[in-house]
């Protein structure tokens, strides 16, 4: 079975400062990796993934994640947040082995503040 | 590219009714579609994946009479709710991949279902 932990249900951050939404996961075999943003009444929007490679990953409107696998996490990065990325993020994982289902993470809700 | 709409965005239906919401891949072909249900706040629970031309595999605890999904061709999947409930209002948001190796998923904006 496959999991994913988003330990933080939100997290504030100063615009203009750097930010981490934490993710770790749990797959039987190697893991593909992915974030996923959402705004209010939409749907999710595709950020990044990790399939295989560098260990950094970089993504859209600015972010990056970085894999670490002996820590079995992928957090997500940004350098310096804008107010425009307050919104829901989600981590999501599937096993490279296995059918396509993906597991989402229960998101974690970036709050910047001006 | 890669864009996946839904249709409609927005429905309110008297209970009893059913309720029809389209999910199209509009520049590539869909080969799977997964569909999901948000709460409020929550995550996305997966209902059921489907794949063209077959029939869907339901999650466990999913009535698969009472959400009858149609995969008819590589970029068109339907979602059914029969005999709505209020208890079926909710978010519904489908998702596509193609058969590409490492394909992520593309989503849909959304319909949000209220039954009265």
């Known amino acids: 079975a496959q999991s994913v932990a988003q330990p933080e249900d939100q997290v504030n951050v100063a615009e203009g400062n750097p930010l981490t939404v934490k993710c770790t996961y749990s797959?039987?075999?190697?893991?593909?990796l992915f974030w996923y943003v959402q705004y209010p009444n939409r749907g999710l929007q595709f950020l990044l993934k990790?399939?295989?490679?560098?260990?950094l990953v970089k993504g859209s409107y600015g972010f990056e994640a970085e894999f670490n696998k002996s820590q079995t996490s992928f957090h997500l990065k940004k350098p310096s947040a804008l107010v425009s990325d307050s919104a829901l993020y989600f981590c999501?994982?599937?096993?490279?082995?296995?059918?396509?289902?993906?597991?989402f993470g229960t998101g974690t809700k970036l709050q910047v503040i001006p | 590219g890669a864009v996946v709409s839904q249709h409609p965005s927005r429905v309110i239906c008297k209970s009893g009714t059913s309720v029809k919401i389209e999910c199209r891949s509009l520049?590539?072909?869909?080969?799977?579609m997964f569909w999901y249900r948000q709460f409020p706040k929550q995550s996305l629970m997966l209902m059921a994946t489907?794949?063209?031309?077959?029939?869907?595999?339901?999650e466990q605890g999913v009535e698969k009479d009472k959400f009858l999904i149609n995969h008819a061709s590589l970029t068109l999947s339907t979602l059914t709710v029969t005999s709505a409930h209020p208890e079926d209002s909710s978010f519904y948001i489908c998702?596509?991949?193609?058969?590409?190796?490492?394909?992520?998923?593309?989503f849909g904006p959304g319909t949000r279902l209220t039954v009265t």
């Open positions: 998702s596509a991949s193609s058969s590409q190796p490492h394909s992520e998923q593309y």
């Open positions: 797959v039987s075999g190697n893991p593909y």
């Open positions: 990790y399939i295989t490679g560098d260990n």
């Open positions: 999501a994982v599937r096993d490279v082995e296995g059918y396509q289902k993906v597991t």
């Open positions: 520049d590539f072909q869909a080969t799977t």
């Open positions: 489907s794949n063209e031309g077959s029939k869907a595999t339901y």
